[in-house]
T-cell receptor, first 110, second 115 residues
Framework: GQQLNQSPQSMFIQEGEDVSMNCTSS?????WLWYKQDPGEGPVLLIA?????ELTSNGRLTAQFGITRKDSFLNISASIPSDVGIYFC??????????FGQGTELSVKP | EAQVTQNPRYLITVTGKKLTVTCSQNMNHEYMSWYRQDPGLGLRQIYYSMNVEVTDKGDVPEGYKVSRKEKRNFPLILESPSPNQTSLYFC??????????????FGPGTRLTVL
C-alpha cells in the first residue's frame, strides 16, 4: 500500500523562529494539501498545491510540491503562538481510501 | 453556513454498549469518511463512502460499521465498543470527485471514552 512519511513528528520552537516540515511518499501524486488542526478542533485546509514544482505562499506559510511528485514541504516563517497545533500533509487523487501524514505537532514558546 | 456536524461531541460509555455517532454535511458532497485520531498515529481512516449506498473499509475498520442511506448523513456505529476504541473521531466530506481527492472538510470531532 501507499507509504507516507511526515517529519518531524514534533517541534518545540521559540516565537520568531522559522519552521520546516515535509512529507515523502513512495507514490506519485497530482496534488498535495496541507492542513492545520488547532487544539480541540478539526483540521482545516491551509494550502493546496496542484502542479509539480509549484511554490505557493499564504501569508507566513510557504509550501512546495516536489518536482518528483513524491514529496511536499511546508515552511512557516517568524512563528507566533497561534501557530501551535498539528500540521498534516495530504496527497490528493488517492482513489477512495485516503491516508494523511502522521502529523507534525508544533509548540511555540513565547 | 457550509459545515460538517457531528454528535455527540463528547461521550463516555461502557464496554459492550452499542453507540452511534452521527455525521451530517450540508454541502451536497458525494464523498464522506470517518477517521480516528490517536497520539503519534495521526488520522487513520476507518470507513469511507463514495456515494449513497456505497461504503468501503479504510485502514482501521475493525469494530466499526457505517451506513449511507442519504447523501448528507454518514453515521458511525460501534456495535460493541471496547476500551481500545477510546479515541478522537472525525467525520469529513469532500468534493469534487468521487474519490475524495478534493479538499476534505472536517467536523468538530467526537471525543469517545470506553470504560
Amino acid at each position: 500500500g501507499q507509504q507516507l512519511n511526515q517529519s518531524p513528528q514534533s517541534m518545540f520552537i521559540q516565537e520568531g523562529e522559522d519552521v520546516s516540515m515535509n512529507c515523502t511518499s513512495s507514490s506519485i501524486f497530482n496534488t498535495w494539501l496541507w492542513y492545520k488542526q488547532d487544539p480541540g478542533e478539526g483540521p482545516v485546509l491551509l494550502i493546496a498545491l496542484y502542479k509539480a514544482g509549484e511554490l505557493t505562499s499564504n501569508g507566513r506559510l510557504t509550501a512546495q510540491f516536489g518536482i518528483t511528485r513524491k514529496d511536499s514541504f511546508l515552511n512557516i516563517s517568524a512563528s507566533i503562538p497561534s501557530d501551535v497545533g498539528i500540521y498534516f500533509c495530504f496527497p490528493g487523487n488517492q482513489g477512495g481510501k485516503l491516508i494523511f501524514g502522521q502529523g507534525t505537532e508544533l509548540s511555540v514558546k513565547p | 453556513e457550509a459545515q460538517v456536524t457531528q454528535n455527540p461531541r463528547y461521550l463516555i460509555t461502557v464496554t459492550g454498549k452499542k453507540l452511534t455517532v452521527t455525521c451530517s454535511q450540508n454541502m451536497n458532497h458525494e464523498y464522506m469518511s470517518w477517521y480516528r485520531q490517536d497520539p503519534g498515529l495521526g488520522l487513520r481512516q476507518i470507513y469511507y463512502s463514495m456515494n449513497v449506498e456505497v461504503t468501503d473499509k479504510g485502514d482501521v475498520p475493525e469494530g466499526y460499521k457505517v451506513s449511507r442511506k442519504e447523501k448528507r448523513n454518514f453515521p458511525l456505529i460501534l456495535e460493541s465498543p471496547s476500551p481500545n476504541q477510546t479515541s478522537l473521531y472525525f467525520c469529513a466530506s469532500s468534493s469534487p470527485g468521487l474519490a475524495g481527492e478534493g479538499e476534505q472538510f472536517f467536523g468538530p470531532g467526537t471525543r469517545l471514552t470506553v470504560l
